[in-house]
């Protein structure tokens, strides 16, 4: 299958083919075959745990550079609530943004202030739409992939309310010249893939997006004297709050709302859902990140140190009001403004055959083929667990012996055989022995008469 795009690149030069990465991937996208990692790039889903588990660096996130300013007449950046958590307390967003227009950017729309306009859009949406319980965030492209891979059955619970990133870009750019571009900073690899390839439209209104890590050091250099500059922040506590985990649950609705982080716990929390557990709460937020986009693999500072300062910058901001005009943001939404142009299609990529009746006796073939394996999950196959292997094996991607406890026993067998062969003469052959030892033994005299 093709026609994906993948901002979670491999460098084969790099890898060692060590297994770390096939053991923590959430959808099984990684296999290690001759010795290399190898991507299936249907079942990949961007969220960067490869790149942050792997030794030898060889899992890489593919992003814009400043270089891309050039092909844009105007340049807008479009800085997400995170990137304000990896400074110390004593610079301000104000001097965060100057330092951003310092290098390059002819305007900076934060990220932060569309979040508090989508906060708005949720909340009239769930004050008077009709929707199935528990509603689900789209705003972790990571996890809304996920769930196209691994729980289909749950995509009409993601509420159709687009991304503070893609509303921040549609908001930065109403009324602005031809040839202007708007740049995320993103703090992880999914946010990168969902500006090249979107979900839910055909074209997302983000122009590029530049890895935080690269931009945050061009930063840094502008910002240690910060001065006093103000007067540049438009977005308040609300929007700051999206930058960690529970922000967004916690402005979102004060009713049932609930907030996971980590895409191993959301998995967990997903399997709830398809039980019919958590049908009493009103709205899930979801972040494939521990901690949230703060703990992104292409943020610069340790996640917990900037979840502090993050928390600092929403508590030094809670005397002041929201910076969105409410009466605006409810007239877009009844624009349709804040929809998704569609709905988030499923992947049948788990699937073991289109046709129903084979998929059942690929199952039944599978089935029977994990009963034979030895149920250790030790990865050494280059699969990440022994079902997963069955699979690759009624696929016809790998062979039983690509275990190598199965691949013992053949050995061990064919060993045994060999030497039982070696015993074995044929019955001409030994005749022909037996005459040759005896016309042997008459030359030498020694027959007895």
Not at 70 to 97: M, S
Not at 324 to 343: H, I, N, P, Q, T
Request: with cysteine; net charge neutral.
């Amino acid at each position: 299958m093709t026609g994906y795009f993948h901002s979670v690149t491999l460098d084969e030069e790099k890898c060692k083919g060590c297994t770390n990465c096939i053991k923590r991937c959430p959808t099984e996208a990684i296999r290690v075959r001759g010795g290399k990692a190898v991507i299936i790039e249907e079942r990949c889903v961007d969220c960067g745990e490869c790149i942050r588990i792997c030794p030898n660096h060889a899992k890489t996130a593919e992003t814009d550079t400043l270089e891309k300013l050039k092909c844009f007449k105007k340049r807008i950046a479009l800085p997400p609530p995170a990137l304000f958590g990896q400074f110390d307390e004593d610079v301000p967003p104000d001097a965060v943004i100057a330092a951003l227009l310092d290098i390059g950017f002819d305007e900076v729309y934060e990220v932060a202030a569309a979040a508090e306009a989508v906060t708005v859009a949720i909340q009239e949406y769930m004050k008077h739409g009709e929707y199935r319980k528990p509603l689900i965030s789209s705003a972790c492209p990571a996890v809304v992939r996920l769930m196209q891979v691994k729980f289909p059955s749950l995509l009409e619970n993601i509420i159709p309310i687009e991304t503070p990133m893609e509303i921040a870009a549609r908001l930065s750019k109403d009324g602005a010249p031809a040839g202007t571009g708007a740049f995320f900073l993103s703090p992880c690899p999914a946010k990168v893939t969902a500006v090249k390839q979107p979900v839910g439209q055909d074209v997302s209104s983000v122009d590029g997006a530049i890895s935080i890590s690269l931009i945050y050091p061009e930063i840094l250099k502008r910002v240690s004297k910060p001065g006093d500059i103000t007067g540049l922040r438009r977005a308040s506590r609300v929007g700051y709050s999206w930058g960690r985990s529970g922000g967004e649950a916690q402005v979102v609705s004060p009713r049932s709302t609930l907030a996971v982080d980590g895409i191993h716990s959301v998995i967990t929390v997903l399997e709830e859902i398809e039980r019919g557990r958590l049908s009493n709460v009103e709205y899930i937020e979801m972040q494939a990140c521990v901690g949230g986009c703060i703990g992104g693999c292409l943020m610069a500072l340790n996640p917990f140190l900037a979840r502090v300062r993050l928390r600092s910058l929403v508590v030094a901001l809670n005397k002041e009001p929201p910076a969105v005009e409410e009466d605006k943001a409810r007239s877009l939404y009844s624009s349709g403004f804040y929809d998704m142009k569609g709905r988030v299609p499923s992947r049948n990529v788990m699937a073991l055959d289109k046709d129903i009746s084979r998929a059942i006796s690929k199952m039944r073939v599978l089935e029977r083929t994990l009963e034979e394996l030895p149920g250790l999950d030790c990865g050494s196959c280059g699969s990440p667990s022994c079902r997963a292997l069955a699979e690759d094996i009624v696929r016809g991607t790998a062979a039983e012996t690509d275990c190598v406890f199965k691949l013992r026993e053949r050995v061990k067998d064919l060993a045994e055989q060999m030497v039982d062969l070696a015993k074995k003469i044929p019955p001409a052959m030994g005749a022909k022995n037996r005459d040759e030892g005896t016309q042997l033994k008459e030359n030498r005299g020694e027959t007895k008469t």
